[in-house]
């Protein structure tokens, strides 16, 4: 491979001749001398072409924003007066001796970093994905994949890769997207990885899986998208759904620890701040003692409501914020017709699931809960949302060779990646969005 | 959360009471003993029901196979004559203090561990996933995810999700499933992340992709599947092919150390051994040579082929095993008509591309190499294969703003993971294999 230094790591080259490579990020004409911000994956660092170097002066002279460059050069220490302290590499310039074009660049749509509008900005997306900005809320969502990952692993989870073409709606929910397989049958796309990681607790008792899933929604809201990242978790040997809200909680706390470690530079550069994370559990409430509590304050006519409202959603993250510094809530016990076949009832509580939502800034992140592990009364559920049995018997033969108490709980990336940076729109912590009026550019023509 | 102690933890509770969890794994009743077989995430254990703990000795009497329970038990060291050396805990057992039967199984269709054949494997995956081989592989294929992520993340690249949903047959290849998307409009199911991983190479330099792919092969073989698991790489600022081959041999050799300290329980369940591993860089040759070579070996006729057979990639593997104590062997330059038309053509070797395939005990792991990164040069490709560039307006986006020269590779993780194991069959390999007679056992219908 080709000598090359990271301009990361310029300061232990001081006064040493280095070889760079990079994009150059702007050029600056001082008449005389030239001088070009050179950025590479690890930093930024002003260069300079001197008049005595002819050739670096010639080629400087034609480069523009973006074209791709290698750089021979001299690490300089710069004059006191010249420092700029509010930059990595303020302290230091590379004198360029010798220059070469990787690649050109045409003349920019507009300034990379200029603020645009959301149209501007996905169709441009290969451009403007280069962007300070862009480039930051990419890096915390790779961030908060190690950090999931990690905590999980370490706690005796084994990823596994769920398949995206399924045989049926297994869930019945409909919005799913329908495919051409072959020999003239129709499958489908996996809307969840749901039934499958429940397979695997039997297998490995702990699972998670990290994928695609996709809804053939017709919304396009700043909430929505037809194709999204899954983070999922599945594990047995539970009492009840409390148990998954207390892994849950480890999660989030472990993953707010491990973006304020790496991420401190993109949190700065979006102007966003880490949550709230309470030093014990997180706040919590059953879904009616929820809707009670905001007809109480607000006055509002919601108490009979079998499901939050956007505006509900809102109002408890205020709630949680203000009365235990908690950028999350807990809302648990959803009544059983407004969740999944699967989910478990509470005995306890009839007619109310062991099931919850994890709100965090405003939303909802999460949907989790504990599952049913017994197979008749798997088969009875079916029967009751009209859902035909023979089209789950794969599924069900899981729960015929002993399944023990388990649950789970899928999570949003993107919309993850969405509230953790405080931004207005799931579209902008998607890298390529698909939505109703968007495949890339395609259905835009 | 309920007191438990990991099976495989026993050994620090000896002379104690513990709490377990797990399955049943086997039963064997002695008269007046029975003895059960535990087994949880962490390990396996042998209990024992004694007659003077009556309630029990009455569940361990009706448990079978698969049942899952819970068990209150004291950790007693076995008699120095009892002692299995050859088992983990074979020198510990349970008394069965308390039972608890947390799920209900059915008599299995078959022993767990039974040889079956495939169908009937496949047919039955819910509950053969959890025989102690299937587990084994899929532990090895846990730890080939985590052993190429850490690899590549402490080399600089960054994750990211490529979209599943694509608007078009982007390579031009055929074999591409179609689906239903909104407003009638038609979508299809990605081939490979390619696109969008040379595109992420503008943003982030160095970046990998791990998910899943979609193939409309009507082919039903040991070697392919409809929808598999791709680990992908793409990074910038090459010199050429070998690059990235040096980047491809140091991840191989990373991940081959990682199973070795990680699984190495799992190769012996599995009979498999660790692959040969070169000290310095692997064996290489062009396809030409190889051709030749194999010519000048075996007198088959076949200099002239575009392509390798599956014969001649197991004859060179055969070859680099014996001649250079390689499990891996690279095949590069192949003709620029064989390959898709974002492959680098080779200036000094006109006609042929600075590509490579890597073979591994006998077939085709992964295919990487340079890529063109002028945009003109790729404009040119494109219509010279009768691809139409309006369908390609976004990809070429991102080469009219500067891309370095750059090259990746895309690797199956279900072939690599059977492979490293030395299975017969992808399938084995794959969690729930999609072909063309079988999405779970929907298709058998």
Same mark, same amino acid.
């Given at each position: ?366 949907? $989790? ?7 008749? &009364?798997? #088969?009875? +559920? @079916?029967? *009751?949302?009209? %859902? !035909?049995? /023979? =089209? ?9 060779? $002993? ?7 899928? &999570?949003? #990336?993107? +919309? @993850?990646? *969405?509230?953790? %940076? !405080?931004? /207005? =729109? ?20």
């Amino acid at each position: 491979m080709q000598d090359r230094t990271n301009i990361g790591d310029l300061h232990d080259h001081i006064d040493t001749e280095v070889t760079v490579a990079g994009y150059v990020d702007v050029r600056r004409d001082h008449g005389k001398l030239i001088f070009l911000d050179i950025r590479d994956r690890t930093g930024i660092v002003q260069g300079v072409a001197l008049p005595n170097h002819e050739e670096a002066v010639a080629i400087a002279g034609e480069v523009r924003s973006e074209f791709a460059i290698r750089a021979k050069a001299k690490v300089n220490v710069r004059p006191e007066k010249m420092v700029n302290k509010d930059q990595p590499n303020g302290d230091i310039e590379l004198e360029l001796l010798e220059l070469q074009v990787l690649a050109r660049a045409e003349e920019l749509p507009f300034e990379k970093d200029a603020e645009v509008n959301l149209d501007t900005l996905l169709d441009n997306r290969p451009f403007t994905l280069r962007s300070e900005r862009m480039r930051a809320i990419f890096k915390v969502q790779h961030e908060i994949l190690q950090a999931y990952r990690t905590f999980l692993i370490s706690n005796g989870f084994v990823e596994f890769e769920a398949p995206k073409i399924v045989g049926g709606d297994a869930e019945g929910g409909g919005n799913i997207f329908r495919l051409e397989y072959l020999k003239d049958k129709w499958a489908y796309l996996a809307t969840s990885p749901q039934l499958y990681k429940q397979i695997m607790v039997g297998v490995y008792e702990r699972v998670f899986s990290i994928g695609n899933v996709f809804r053939a929604e017709l919304h396009s809201t700043s909430r929505h998208l037809n194709e999204y990242t899954s983070l999922d978790a599945e594990f047995g040997f539970i009492e009840d759904h409390t148990d998954v809200m207390e892994v849950q909680v480890e999660l989030m706390r472990n993953m707010v620890s491990h973006l304020k470690e790496t991420c401190s530079t993109e949190f700065a550069t979006l102007n966003a701040s880490l949550p709230l994370v309470p030093v014990d559990e997180f706040p919590h409430m059953k879904l009616r003692e929820a809707l009670q509590l905001i007809a109480d304050e607000t006055g509002e006519d919601c108490v009979n409501e079998p499901d939050l409202a956007p505006e509900h959603e809102r109002w408890l993250c205020e709630y949680a914020n203000k009365k235990y510094a908690s950028d999350f809530i807990f809302i648990t016990h959803y009544p059983v017709a407004k969740r999944p076949f699967y989910t478990y009832e509470d005995e306890g509580d009839k007619g109310y699931t062991k099931s919850y939502d994890l709100l965090f800034r405003g939303v909802e992140i999460t949907t $989790g809960g504990q599952r049913i592990h017994d197979h008749d &009364m798997l #088969l009875k +559920r @079916l029967e *009751e949302r009209g %859902l !035909d049995p /023979d =089209n789950f018997t794969f599924y069900l033969m899981a729960f015929k060779y $002993g399944m023990p108490p388990h649950g789970g709980w899928g &999570m949003g #990336l993107e +919309r @993850l990646t *969405e509230k953790m %940076l !405080d931004l /207005d =729109n799931v579209k902008e912590a998607t890298l390529f969005p698909r939505e109703i009026n968007r495949i890339d550019t395609k259905l835009n023509n």
